[in-house]
Nanobody, 123 residues
Framework: QLQLVESGGGLVQPGGSLRLSCAVSGFTLDYYAIGWFRQAPGKEREGVSCISSSGGRTNYADSVKGRFTISRDSAKNTVYLQMNSLKPEDTAVYYC????????????????WGKGTLVTVSS
């Protein structure tokens, strides 16, 4: 059974940092691209960042470039999203998802989804 479980969300002040984790089971990272997505209240789900199955390719939404970093640990079968310099507009439920093809790492194409973790940026 393929599963993705997010953790690491919480309440943080503007300018602070959080590291989200996406633990996968039932498959290995070597065969799937993993993406992070987010959905703010009243808004559509949007892409944040993706990492290829090899870990050699990554991409980021313009809104998070220079602040967020995606990485993976194959031994732990876990993908991380390091979020720095957080802003109130980063408040959202963050989801990780898996798709075989890195080129299809987008909201409409991801094959498997986690249930999400809430990030709230507020003073």
């Amino acid at each position: 059974q393929l599963q993705l479980v997010e953790s690491g969300g919480g309440l943080v002040q503007p300018g602070g940092s959080l590291r989200l984790s996406c633990a996968v089971s039932g498959f290995t990272l070597d065969y799937y691209a993993i993406g992070w997505f987010r959905q703010a209240p009243g808004k559509e789900r949007e892409g944040v960042s993706c990492i290829s199955s090899s870990g050699g390719r990554t991409n980021y939404a313009d809104s998070v470039k220079g602040r967020f970093t995606i990485s993976r640990d194959s031994a732990k079968n876990t993908v991380y999203l390091q979020m720095n310099s957080l802003k109130p507009e980063d408040t959202a439920v963050y989801y990780c998802a898996a798709e075989i093809l890195y080129a299809r790492c987008d909201v409409l194409s991801m094959r498997y989804w986690g249930k999400g973790t809430l990030v709230t940026v507020s003073s």
